[in-house]
Every structure is written in C-alpha cells, then in structure tokens.
C-alpha cells in the first residue's frame, strides 16, 4: 500500500517552468513504476509520462518530449516532474500514479494522488 501526495502547482506564464513533486509514503515505494497524468477541464485523463521502479527508464508523451522531465528518488521515496517551456495547452490537474495494472498509459494503476493544478498563462 502506497499513499502518494503531489505538490509544486501553480499559475505562470507561458514559457517558464515548474517542478511537481509526488511525495510517497510506504516502504514499498521504490517497488512501483510510476507516472504522471493531467486533466484538463471537460477532457478525459491522459498520460503524460512514465518512470520504471528503478528511474532506469523513462517514456513520455509526443507533446512533452523535450519539455519535460520524469525523475525519482527512491531514498526518498519521492517523483518530480521538471516541466519546463510550459505552454497554455499544458494547463490542467496533474496527478501521479503508481503500480500499473495494465499499459504504462492507460489510467489503469492501483493508486492515485489528489491531483495538483497548474495553470500557464498565454
């Protein structure tokens, strides 16, 4: 069992950059693959990327490439999410995962966070 928490949203403009943080509890933490999703109003929750157990792999989204950046520290049983040249359409809640059940994107994973809002003014 995993508790998961995310912080670090917030309102900027278009062009800068923030970090999410996906703060875990449990010892069982570092065992999970993890990913973040958004959801943007009146749109279904969508994948945007994904890190193995071990922060060995990684796999994104086509538009995120470039811009964003999964990465976990397992010591600290904590995830971010470094997104930067953030544009308008990146704005929605943002939730991270772990412990899919199913496809690395799918919304099939067995625990969820409470979500953070960001916002990117144009």
């Not at 470039?66 to 995830?79: E, L, P, V, Y």
């Not at 359409?89 to 995962?97: L, P, Q, S």
């Amino acid at each position: 069992q995993v508790q998961l928490v995310e912080s670090g949203g917030g309102l900027v403009q278009a062009g800068a950059s923030l970090r999410l943080s996906c703060a875990g509890s449990g010892r069982t933490f570092s065992t999970y693959p993890m990913g973040w999703f958004r959801q943007a109003p009146g749109k279904e929750r969508e994948f945007v990327a994904h890190i193995s157990w071990s922060g060995g792999s990684t796999y994104y989204t086509d538009s995120v490439k470039g811009r964003f950046t999964i990465s976990r520290d397992n010591a600290k049983n904590i995830m971010f999410l470094q997104m930067n040249s953030l544009k308008p359409e990146d704005t929605a809640v943002y939730y991270c995962a772990a412990d899919p059940r199913s496809h690395i994107t799918t919304t099939l994973y067995n625990y969820w966070g409470q979500g953070t809002q960001v916002t990117v003014s144009s």
